[in-house]
Each structure stands twice: as structure tokens, then as C-alpha cells.
DNA sequence: TCTTGAACCTATAGTCGCTATAGCAACTAC
DNA sequence: GTAGTTGCTATAGCGACTATAGGTTCAAGA
């Protein structure tokens, strides 16, 4: 019926001190606690932490998630927050794959001009980090 | 000939706090000081933290740095090492780019399962966050 | 030369999202 | 019963800074 932290640990792939860690921040419920004190969680423990664990995933902030859990408390409001949340979201994750792919030209173009055998003294590698006028583009 | 932290600061975009910050992790020399203790700059100095400072810029670790402000004290050694470092980073970052597109792929099907019309307790985006049977891929 | 205000100094604590450690207690399987 | 795994709390540490407090020094204008 209920289960032990080990449990929710392994079938969320949360790990045990990160659990209490949220139990401690307040994300979570304190769960009931046995005779000798050890939490016993429930199938809604296990949901709520999946949820958690699926933001945390697709790189949601923390703060994100509260507002998201939030809202889901609520069932009468409108969705659009939700939405909301999510879009922004979409927005940053663009964002810094936009920005990675910039440094990813970079890095390419440095290696691309190193060709291992020289002394470092000559190394593009490094005159390439040293100096922001070699880059092709603005970072 | 000389300047202050804050022009430093000014010339390499690191903020003043962050530049005491490197020289209390031996990153950057300690610098003289004028005769009020406060320190003055060279343009070694300007050079040393440029390179800290795209280097971080580019993504990369400062465990990568260190290594590669090593490598460059030793002009005779050859660059493969440097070149070697540039190539884990290229690796690190389209490993990055990989997982973020794969977020963003869904996100966006999350995002556009919903029309903001609707209340919360229909609402897609936080089914879609509860489930990861929704999920069309791993992640 | 004096004054004012910006820039500088040190030291410490806080940030985020965990993770590790120490020193115990309780549960489970044999 | 006992051994071994799992659990408990409390506290410290991680990376890479950032913020704050409370004081000192510098540079430019009057």
C-alpha cells in the first residue's frame, strides 16, 4: 500500500537525500512516518514527485514548478497559466540552444586550426581564447 | 600604464567581485597595490583574464581553463593537449545542444496540446508533466 | 587645499539544487 | 538472534559566483 523512501526514490529516479531535500523546501507533503519514524509514502506522493521530476527534466527552474503545482490545486482556474509556464519555458530552451550552437561554430573553427603537431607557443588553440578578435561572430 | 579592478572589470566585462574571486582560487596572479591597498593591473593581467573570461564565454569548465593557462606557461610542450581540451568542450556542447532540442521538441507538443480555454483539471500541459507515458521519447 | 562622492577594501553569508558525510536507529531476511 | 541494508537527523560542501556590511582610499571639481 504505502512504501518507504527507497521505494519512491527507485521508482521515481529521484534520489533519497534529494526527497527530503524537497520535503524540507516544502515541494512535497511531509509523509506519515512509521512506529520508528521512517516516511511512508502513498500513490499521490509518488504522482506529485513524477510531476516534479518530469519539470526538473525538460529543465524547468524550481520556481516554474511551484507555480505549476500550484495551479494544479486549483482545478477550477483556467489553464492559460499552465500554458504560459510552458511557453516561456520553450522560449528559454531556445534561446540556449541558439546561444550553444554559436559556441559550437566557435569551438569548431578553433579545433579546425589546430593540428596537434606544433609547439604550444604557436597553438591557435590557445591565441584563439586569448583573443576575442580572432571570433568570427559577437558572444 | 596601470589600472584598477574596476577598469578591469570594465575592459573584460568580469564583474569586480567575480576578478577578486579568481584571484582568491589562484586563477589570476595577485597584482601590487598602490600604497592604500588597493590593486593595480598590467595588461598581462587584461590578457590573462581575457582568456579566463572567453574561455568561460565558450562554455567551458574552469577545471579546463586552469589546464589550459597550464599548458600555455609551457611554450615548448606540443599543442595536442590544447587541441585535445577544445575537442572534449565541442563534444561536451553538441551533447548539450542534442538533449536541449529533444526538450524542445517536447515542450512544444505539450504547449500545443492546450488552448488556454479550458480549466485546469482537463488541462494537457499538466497531465503532460504528471505522465511521462505521454512522453513520444525518452529522456 | 579641501571636500565630496565614487570606487575600493576585507570578510562573511547567500544563491541554486542538490550531494556527501557522520553517527546513529530501525527494519528485513535468514 | 543477528547481520546487513536501509533509514534517520544534522551539518557541511559543491561550483561559480553574487550580495551585503562596514569601513578606507582615490580623483575631480570648487
Redesign the interface.
Known amino acids: 500500500m504505502d512504501f518507504s523512501i527507497g521505494d519512491l526514490s527507485r521508482r521515481t529516479g529521484v534520489k533519497v537525500p534529494t526527497i527530503r531535500y524537497y520535503e524540507k523546501e516544502g515541494l512535497i507533503e511531509e509523509p506519515i512516518r512509521t512506529e520508528g519514524n521512517q516516511r511512508r509514502y502513498t500513490e499521490r506522493d509518488l504522482?506529485r514527485l513524477?510531476?516534479i521530476r518530469?519539470?526538473r527534466?525538460?529543465?524547468l527552474p524550481m520556481m516554474a514548478i511551484r507555480e505549476?503545482l500550484d495551479?494544479?490545486s486549483?482545478?477550477?482556474?483556467?489553464?492559460?497559466d499552465?500554458?504560459r509556464?510552458?511557453?516561456e519555458?520553450?522560449q528559454n530552451?531556445?534561446t540556449?540552444?541558439a546561444q550553444?550552437?554559436r559556441?559550437?561554430a566557435?569551438?569548431?573553427r578553433?579545433?579546425q586550426s589546430?593540428?596537434?603537431?606544433?609547439?604550444?607557443?604557436?597553438?591557435n588553440?590557445?591565441k584563439a581564447?586569448?583573443?576575442?578578435r580572432l571570433c568570427k561572430g559577437e558572444?
Chains 1, 2 share one sequence.
Do not use: W
Not at 486549483?74 to 492559460?80: E, L, M, R, S, Y
Not at 589546430?114 to 597553438?123: L, N, P, S, V
Open positions: 504522482e513524477t510531476f518530469h519539470g527534466d525538460l529543465g505549476l495551479l494544479s486549483h482545478p477550477d482556474a483556467p489553464c492559460a499552465a500554458d509556464i510552458a511557453s519555458q520553450l530552451i531556445r540556449r540552444i550553444l550552437q559556441l559550437e566557435e569551438l569548431l578553433i579545433t589546430c593540428t596537434g603537431t606544433h609547439a604550444i607557443a604557436d597553438c588553440v590557445l581564447f586569448g583573443d576575442h558572444h
